[in-house]
């Protein structure tokens, strides 16, 4: 499983899932198809967990982030050089696939994924703005706001074609 998914993750990486056969990706894990399909059940399968996985680690490395003994502002500038750098090697195309797809289980599964996140970012929101970190003034949910404004702006087609 691995191997597949480490193959599978450079060639749909760096070229798309449209652009990818299944065929390509047991060739280049010299597997057969037979076992590709035992294992995943079809290229698509393989995209979102490999998306997963990247947005899993991502999200640990917010927690480390988080769990530093620097001050806040430090904090906030590494959270966003992370979201900066959290689609390095992923291809156009393959975010375009991933967050264009008309398939219900994985745009299911990355709203889930999403309102998991938002929640833990809010939860750290309040909590930096107790300790003083954050104004008084300024509602966490505005910039939890902008935030998922952000990840909005992600899956517009027409920005992602510029």
Excluded: C
């Excluded at 993750?9 to 280049?28: C, D, H, P, Q, T």
């Amino acid at each position: 499983g691995n191997k597949i998914m480490e193959v599978a993750g450079i060639l749909l990486m760096n070229n798309g899932v449209r652009r990818v056969s299944v065929e390509e990706i047991s060739k280049e894990a010299a597997i057969s198809k037979m076992t590709f399909y035992r294992m995943f059940t079809n290229k698509e399968d393989v995209a979102e967990k490999i998306l997963f996985k990247v947005m899993e680690k991502g999200m640990e490395k917010y927690r480390a982030i988080m769990k530093q003994d620097i001050p806040y502002a430090k904090k906030v500038e590494q959270t966003i050089e992370l979201k900066r750098n959290s689609t390095h090697g992923l291809s156009e195309e393959f975010l375009k696939d991933i967050f264009q797809t008309e398939d219900s289980s994985i745009k299911k599964h990355l709203n889930q994924f999403r309102a998991k996140a938002q929640s833990e970012y809010l939860k750290d929101l309040k909590a930096a703005q107790k300790k003083g970190w954050i104004r008084k003034d300024i509602k966490p949910e505005f910039i939890l706001y902008v935030l998922d404004d952000m990840y909005l702006k992600m899956t517009d087609q027409r920005l992602l074609s510029l």
